[in-house]
């Protein structure tokens, strides 16, 4: 659709993914044509290549799974020094020198490198599949998305596990790990998402 016709509505006032600009449009008064719409099938694709042969739905849920384990990773990485600048109220000790607050830090990375790594094994797997020409079956479907939904399980408890050992850095607006903790909270509320 010619730009000019698309007149953008402001509409995207979500605590986070600021960047990603999801506003709604509206088109007036304009004839738009079925040389601007396409089918979401694997069979009309007219450009060659796995991406345009992988099922669409499928490939909706590694997308938004994968987005989610990367701002958990970075939640992750900017957490450690967070929590390091934090001292324990009766003790005095550093938060990140205490054994039960380090090993939720090490836990949570390697639970979710652990689903991590699984479900990009799975996905190359597909992925080499499809570029072969194959079609990848529903069972072979259904892994791949349990795999999806395991890993954003994992990154949303890595995040909200580890959050109150950041203090009120993380909950200032303009500090780098709330802008990545308010990102994936509005990421996961996607509908397909859910539990």
């Known amino acids: 659709m010619p730009a000019k016709n698309v007149a953008i509505l402001p509409s995207w006032d979500s605590i986070g993914l600021r960047a990603s600009a999801s506003h709604s449009y509206r088109i007036d008064n304009a004839w738009i044509g079925a040389e601007h719409g396409f089918a979401i099938d694997p069979a009309q694709a007219t450009a060659h290549g796995p991406l345009y042969r992988f099922p669409f739905l499928l490939l909706a849920f590694v997308t938004l799974s994968v987005n989610l384990a990367g701002m958990a990773r970075h939640f992750l990485r900017l957490a450690q020094p967070a ?101 994936f909270h509005t990421a996961t509320q996607h509908t397909l998402l859910l539990p």
């Open 83 to 183: 929590i390091a600048r934090r001292r324990h109220p009766l003790t005095g000790l550093q938060l990140i020198d205490m054994p039960g607050v380090a090993a939720r830090l090490q836990d949570a990375g390697d639970a979710l490198e652990g689903a991590r790594s699984n479900f990009y094994r799975l996905l190359d797997a597909a992925w080499e599949q499809v570029a072969l020409g194959a079609v990848i079956d529903a069972n072979e479907a259904a892994v791949l998305r349990a795999a999806s939904l395991e890993l954003v399980r994992m990154a949303r408890l890595a995040v909200d596990d580890l959050y109150p050992y950041c203090g009120l850095y993380a909950a200032h607006a303009r500090s780098e790990i709330n802008r990545v903790w308010r990102d």
